[in-house]
């Protein structure tokens, strides 16, 4: 059985566990103040060009948007996220309990927000009786693979800075989304344009780990009480701090989220030529073919992946994920079983 299911079904890229052997030994701060947590946060602060950012790194994707998304809100106010977002459907209402409720705005069918669905939310909240929506989530990647441009995201930014929202987006993928060909974001034009962001590591090479960078001075203050207190101030923080000196030393966390870009690629190639459509434009490390549910079922025997959504009476959309350590030989196995598959 070979899975498709997901970026994180790897461990770590050897690097990053050999970066982990050699410092075993060695003895550091606790907490984040361990001397490889500052030297990574200094780095990213470098790739990003901007020493004023405030940078934490931070366990898991769950965990950072759930104490980012509370610690930036007030008790009366609202996330506002696209119906596919992760903090809507896969966070088991992390947000919620918290707190702030997640208000869902129209979004395209690859899941992007623009300014005028934010707009029918502000229209739709007028007044105390109802949440105030106060932060916007993105992702990039989406959750159905697609990316933000650069002009999307400037026309996102200036509504939200107009209308005095909070502009927060989500990188658990953003490797793959600034790796891919129809990108033409910069990481350090991030600062400019959010207020706060994650550069995601478990789904891009690292046993786990995000590094959160906020952009506003007014959402800095006391973050790390808000991290401690939510249970995520790793007491071996050195964990982290290792894994993003590693990735970010060179250009790894780029060759490893454009090597599963690189896959997807001949992933999508390949169903094209087999005449398969897909759900959305997905440009990055996860597509979303559309297939016969009789030929899902046989393909379930030797590969695993997510059945995403039902097309039609006899289509589904399937989810398939690469990662950085996928192998040429899994995809050309993965398109000629699929094509003799077809033949039956
Ligand atoms: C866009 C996005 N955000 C956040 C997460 C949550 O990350 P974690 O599973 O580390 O909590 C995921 C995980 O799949 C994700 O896809």
Redesign the pocket.
């Known amino acids: 059985m070979y899975s498709f299911k ?1 970026d ?1 079904s790897e461990g770590a890229h050897p690097r990053i566990l050999n970066a982990l052997i050699e410092s075993n030994l060695e003895q550091e701060e606790g907490y984040g103040e361990d001397s490889y947590s500052l030297k990574a946060i200094d780095l990213l602060k470098q790739k990003l060009g901007r020493t004023d950012v405030a940078i934490h790194l931070i ?7 759930l104490i980012a998304i509370s610690a930036f809100l007030r008790p009366h106010e609202a996330a506002i996220a696209a119906k596919t ?3 809507n459907t ?2 088991t209402g992390a947000i919620e309990a918290t707190g702030h409720k997640v208000v869902v705005a129209e979004s395209d069918e690859g899941g992007k927000l623009t300014p005028e669905a934010v707009q029918a939310v502000l229209d739709a909240h007028p007044d105390e009786h109802m949440v105030k929506p106060k932060l916007v989530y993105i ?1 990039d ?3 159905i693979g697609s990316i933000y441009t650069k002009g999307e995201l400037e026309q996102l930014s200036e509504f939200c800075h107009a209308h005095n929202l909070i502009l927060y987006m ?4 953003l490797g793959s989304a600034l790796c891919s060909e129809g990108n033409d974001l910069e990481l350090s034009d991030l600062p400019e344009l959010v207020d706060a962001f994650y550069i ?1 590591g ?2 891009n090479g690292a046993l ?1 780990g ?1 590094a959160l960078v906020i952009c506003r001075d007014a959402l800095k203050e006391d973050f790390r009480y808000y991290i401690k207190q939510k249970g995520a101030l790793l007491a071996k923080g050195r964990i982290l701090g290792i894994q993003f000196l590693e990735l970010f030393g060179d250009n790894l966390f780029f060759d490893l989220a454009a090597h599963a870009n690189k896959m997807a690629d001949r992933l999508r190639e390949g169903l094209s030529e087999a005449n398969f459509g897909f759900l959305a434009d997905s440009p990055s490390n996860q597509i979303f073919p559309i297939l016969p549910d009789i030929l899902i079922s046989s393909l379930q025997n030797n590969y695993s992946f997510h059945v995403w959504e039902k097309v039609d009476s006899d289509h589904s959309a399937i989810r398939l994920v690469t990662s950085w350590a996928t192998k040429e030989e899994a995809i050309s196995a993965f398109l000629e079983d699929i094509k003799e598959l077809a033949k039956c």
């Open positions: 997901n994180y366990p898991g994707g769950t965990q950072t948007n977002g992760h903090i896969h966070e992702s990647t989406t959750e989500d990188g658990a993928r995601g478990t789904k786990l995000e």
